[in-house]
C-alpha cells in the first residue's frame, strides 16, 4: 500500500510562472490536506478538501490560489503568476475520514520543494 | 478559529530530558498528535493521546493532557542526536496544527 505521494519532489520556476503541485493520497483516503511550509517557519494549514469539495479554504491566500479534489485523478494545487514569496515547501496529507470524535491521523507526502527565481 | 500553539525553539544536551510544549483552544477535540519532521522529509506521527487520558507512555515518549488547561505536553527522556527534528502538536477536530518546535540536541 503506497503512501501518500507527491510530485515532483522539486519545482523550479520563474517569477509570472504557474506552479501545478499534485497529491495522490492514500488508497481508500478521501480527505486531502494541504500545507505550506515557509523556510525556517512552522506549518500552515492552507485547504482540506473531500472528493469534489473544498470543506475548508480559510489558510488559502485569496488571489492566485486554487485547490481542486476531482472524482478521479490526483488533487492539485494551483499557483498561478508565482511570486519569489511562494517559495516553500508544501506539503499534502490525507486521512481517511474527517475529524469529529474519531481518531484520525493523517498521512504526509514527501512534500513539494517550490524555488521561484 | 481555533487555534495550536507552541514555542518555536527548544535546545537541550545528549541525555538529558527535553519538554515540548504545546496549548489548543477547541475543548472538543477528542485525540491530540504528536507528529515529527526529519530535515528535508514530510511529517510522520510519533504519538497521541485520547482526550480521556492524562498521560501516555510509550519507550522514552511520555505525553501529558491537561484537559482543563488544554495544555499537551511531550517529553523525550534520555534525548539523543537523533531526535534532533521539528515536532508538531495537533487536534483532530479541525486538524489544526501548532507552528512545530525546532529540537536541538547538543552533543
Known amino acids: 500500500n503506497a503512501g501518500v505521494m507527491q510530485n515532483p519532489r522539486h519545482l523550479v520556476r520563474r517569477r509570472g510562472q504557474e506552479a501545478r503541485l499534485r497529491c495522490s493520497p492514500m488508497k481508500g483516503h478521501s480527505h486531502v490536506y494541504w500545507y505550506r511550509q515557509l523556510p525556517e517557519e512552522g506549518l500552515k494549514f492552507m485547504v482540506y478538501l473531500q472528493k469534489e469539495n473544498i470543506i475548508d479554504e480559510s489558510g488559502m491566500p485569496k488571489e492566485r490560489f486554487s485547490a481542486e479534489f476531482p472524482k478521479e485523478g490526483p488533487s492539485i494545487l494551483r499557483i498561478q503568476q508565482v511570486v519569489r514569496g511562494d517559495s516553500a515547501a508544501y506539503f499534502c496529507?490525507?486521512?481517511?475520514?474527517?475529524?469529529?470524535?474519531?481518531?484520525?491521523?493523517?498521512?504526509f507526502g514527501p512534500g513539494t520543494r517550490l524555488t521561484v527565481l | 478559529g481555533e487555534d495550536v500553539e507552541q514555542s518555536l525553539f527548544l535546545s537541550v544536551r545528549e541525555g538529558d530530558s527535553s519538554v515540548i510544549n504545546c496549548t489548543y483552544t477547541d475543548s472538543s477535540s477528542t485525540y491530540l498528535y504528536w507528529y515529527k519532521q526529519e530535515p528535508g522529509a514530510g511529517l510522520q506521527l510519533l504519538t497521541y493521546i485520547f482526550s480521556n487520558m492524562d498521560m501516555k507512555q510509550d519507550q522514552r515518549l511520555t505525553v501529558l493532557l491537561n484537559k482543563k488547561d488544554k495544555h499537551l505536553s511531550l517529553r523525550i527522556a534520555d534525548t539523543q542526536t537523533g531526535d534532533s527534528a521539528i515536532y508538531f502538536c495537533?487536534?483532530?477536530?479541525?486538524?489544526?496544527f501548532g507552528a512545530g518546535t525546532r529540537l536541538t540536541v547538543k552533543p
Open positions: 495537533a487536534e483532530n477536530n479541525d486538524m489544526r
Open positions: 496529507a490525507s486521512s481517511i475520514k474527517t475529524g469529529g470524535l474519531g481518531y484520525n491521523e493523517q498521512f
